[in-house]
């Protein structure tokens, strides 16, 4: 695939999420998926499945705004702003009602047109401090 269809493929990820069709992403992603962000969740498809299960019930009005995207050879890169209203439970937080941004960077490797792999670093700090599990840091 072309630098330019390995983008697409990956925004058209986030179109979806964005819609909450996560079979429809699922779609774009290889049944040998590779996910090296956390190594002791389910890896493959069903981690894929269970995670954004939570997250779309944790934020039901998920937003996900794509702010940079670049690719090179068979990678692409991503700095991705989500938004959202914690109104379900999240990692066993309980809804807060909170509403939070979080940014993220990914870079995913595409094969035979699917999200074959990725890496990813998320915000979660900042998502804890947002809402209310972790205090801010102190100004002194």
Known sequence: ???????????????RINAHDLEGALALVSPDFVDHENPTAPGGLEGLRRFFTMQLAAFPDMHATMLDQFAEGDKVVHRIQVEGTHQGTLMG????????????????????????????????????????????????
């Open 1 to 15: 695939m072309s630098l330019e269809q390995n983008k697409a493929l990956d925004y058209q990820w986030y179109e």
């Open 93 to 140: 937080i309980p809804p807060t009602g909170k509403r939070v941004k979080f940014t993220l960077i990914d870079i995913i490797r595409v094969a035979e047109g699917k999200m074959a792999e990725h890496w990813g670093e998320t915000d979660i700090m900042g998502l804890m401090q947002q809402l209310g599990v972790v205090p801010p840091p102190s100004s002194r």
